[in-house]
């Protein structure tokens, strides 16, 4: 009676030892430094979808939403708050590698973080409510021609972010004065398609893969994808803006960085869970289903090599 007595001590207190090292473990997360429903939100749930799948992670994957200046708020968080956080990684699109090599996006320069990983492109469109008059591209550059205050742009942050630059490339392919464009400025892409669905605004030139949803239960209709030839799959439909006379293009890099002062060992903890989760069902599934396509895994340690390879 004793030893079983002994025994059952033994095992609560290994219970308790367990339960007390599965407390401390810190919680592995992925920020997407805007409202949910955007592309930064869509760049992290592809991750944990694999993550998770593979089990390359000591915990499951949280998703945590930090909005604010569609990422300049908390990329100035993580290199002042928490720049050796080894349990972190945040979502980037190129669209803020343009704003940090531009100046525009923070006080700190674009090597003031490690670029951990490049996951995949992206494509940006140009998108209308369901129920919009405008059935082409056509439609909405002759309305834009015709009287520019008709037609209001709900873009993903100010002028300079890359929705502003897709409608400003647009215009500028119609002949138009950018100064004439109007539009409404937003926090993510998910925000404008809201305002989109609303009325509040007539086309929204975002991403293809954030809007995969309001495609395929008929919310939105998507004029034109910007990339140099039609998407495959269940894109294949929608004709690029290039084939209806206005070459416009912009191919949109997703993927994630880590605090200036991670440990390399780190980086390279997080790089090899990420080849895991490439490897799953459910990750390769993820990028078909909204139209992103695939890159080799693609580490980049610096701001240099990410321009190095085309982003």
């Known amino acids: 009676m004793r030893t079983l007595y002994l025994f059952a001590l033994l095992l609560i207190g290994g219970v308790q030892t367990a339960h007390a090292a599965q407390a401390e473990m810190p919680q592995p997360r992925c920020i997407a430094p805007a409202r949910p429903g955007g592309g930064y939100d869509l760049t992290c749930r592809i991750a944990k979808l694999g993550l998770d799948e593979a089990r390359a992670l000591p915990a499951r994957l949280q998703i945590d939403y930090r909005p604010g200046g569609i990422g300049a708020v908390m990329f100035d968080a993580v290199v002042e708050q928490s720049p050796d956080d080894a349990n972190t990684i945040v979502a980037f699109s190129s ?134 030839q039609r998407l495959p799959g269940r894109f294949a439909s929608i004709p690029t803006a290039k084939e209806q006379g206005l070459d416009v293009q912009w191919p949109i890099v997703r993927g994630f960085y880590m605090g200036p002062k991670v440990a390399e060992h780190d980086l390279r903890r997080w790089g090899n869970a990420l080849q895991r989760a490439a490897g799953t069902r459910a990750y390769v599934q993820a990028l078909e289903t909204h139209g992103i396509v695939p890159t080799p895994m693609l580490c980049i340690s610096s701001f240099r090599d990410a321009e190095s390879v085309g982003i």
């Open 95 to 228: 669209g803020a590698l343009l704003n940090l090599a531009s100046g525009k996006f923070s006080k700190y320069g674009p090597d003031s973080v490690k670029w951990l990983v490049a996951i995949g492109v992206d494509h940006g469109m140009i998108a209308v409510d369901a129920r919009s008059p405008y059935l082409t591209l056509k439609d909405l550059v002759t309305a834009m021609k015709a009287d520019p205050r008709k037609v209001l742009f709900g873009i993903g942050g100010s002028a300079g972010s890359q929705d502003w630059m897709k409608a400003t490339l647009l215009a500028r392919q119609a002949g138009l004065d950018r100064n004439a464009m109007r539009y409404v400025a937003f926090e993510g892409g998910g925000e404008a398609m809201t305002a989109l669905m609303t009325g509040h605004v007539q086309a929204v030139p975002g991403d293809i893969g954030e809007a995969v949803d309001l495609i395929e239960t008929h919310r939105i209709r998507v004029l034109a994808v910007l990339s140099d």
